[in-house]
């Protein structure tokens, strides 16, 4: 399993919101920061993003998308630097589910139509997909077929109203933002995530999936060798250098996320969550966790679930 998969599984929408905008003429409004991804499609006409500084600002057209990852606040208008009012229909304002409608700005002249979804991923897991990514990024629809191809999929589903719709919204929002990332994380691979650029070693990307597919395993640096089909020096240097930490500290990382998502979740007790990763008790996995965080797991857990 590629790391890619793996956090966006662990990260897909359920229950997301979604907006539908028209806008005229002159106008501009300001997204509210609160969502840590906001996701937008620019259906027809054409707009200037931003989100700190307007002389920044992105001309976008229909079937570009833009990733805005959170907390930055974030403009859009007919012009760089126009005056903006709040955008009170953006989806992070409101409760999960459905699609709102949004109609605004004066005069005539083509409007410019989009659409706004908000993934609120609970917990940290989500940190490793976003991490690399600059706080606004524009996927151009000539990046591929695919990714235009899922815009207007989502963007005829948005203006039903139709028996499974939020399944449906939520699946084609997890298709553009898979196909988003693709385009942007190949346009620009100097400056994309550690693991995202380790994923093209060839040593290194197969060690890296194979902790992905079975993170409960006994790893050892010489079995991540033999899955690398390097020498444990060569592949240890190799790991290091492109990841900036160990091989067993990454394993070890990668299993505390894992088990910060179930403590977070409630359900779990700690004995299922020590089986799930692979250690042998719940007292190894404690001493395990409370080196790591400092404090034991279920204290962790009622201060992660008391928030």
């Known amino acids: 399993m590629d790391v890619l998969t793996d956090l966006l599984q662990r990260s ?3 229950g997301a919101a979604f907006s539908h905008s028209t806008a005229r003429g002159e106008w501009g409004v300001r997204f509210p920061a609160g969502a840590k991804l906001a996701i937008h499609g620019i259906l ?5 993003v931003w989100t700190d500084d307007p002389s ?3 001309r976008v057209l229909p079937g570009d998308i833009i990733l805005v990852r959170g907390p930055s606040q974030q403009f859009m208008a007919h012009a760089p630097g126009a005056e903006v009012i709040p955008f009170v229909g953006h989806p992070s304002s409101g ?4 699609a709102r409608r949004m109609v605004f700005g004066t005069g005539a002249g083509e409007p410019t139509t989009f659409f706004c979804g908000a993934y609120t991923f609970e917990g940290d897991l989500c940190s490793g997909l976003l991490a690399g990514l600059p706080d606004l ?6 990046a591929g077929a695919g990714l235009r191809a899922a815009l207007d999929l989502f963007a005829d589903e948005l203006l039903r109203e139709a028996p499974g719709q939020q399944a449906l919204l939520d699946s084609l929002l997890d298709v553009i933002l898979v196909q988003a ?7 620009d691979v100097a ?7 380790a994923m093209d070693d ?4 197969a060690a890296l999936r194979a902790v992905h597919a079975s993170p409960a395993r006994a790893w050892t640096v010489a079995d991540l060798a033999d899955e690398a089909s390097v020498s444990r020096a060569t592949f240890a240097r190799r790991f290091t250098t492109l990841l900036g930490v160990a091989p067993l500290t990454y394993v070890s990382d990668w299993r505390m996320a894992l088990a910060r998502e179930q403590l977070r979740d409630g359900d779990p007790g700690l004995a299922a969550v020590a089986r799930s990763l692979g250690y042998a008790s719940e007292f190894s996995f404690a001493a395990a966790f409370k080196r790591h965080h400092g404090i034991p797991p279920g204290r962790w857990r009622t201060a992660a679930i008391s928030k």
């Open 12 to 14: 897909r929408a359920r």
């Open 44 to 48: 027809g006409g054409e707009a200037f």
């Open 56 to 58: 920044r600002a992105r």
């Open 95 to 98: 409760p999960p589910g459905g």
């Open 137 to 142: 990024t524009v996927a151009r629809s000539r």
């Open 181 to 187: 990332l693709r385009a942007q994380l190949a346009a």
């Open 191 to 197: 400056a994309a995530p550690a693991w995202f650029r």
């Open 202 to 205: 060839p040593a290194v990307g």
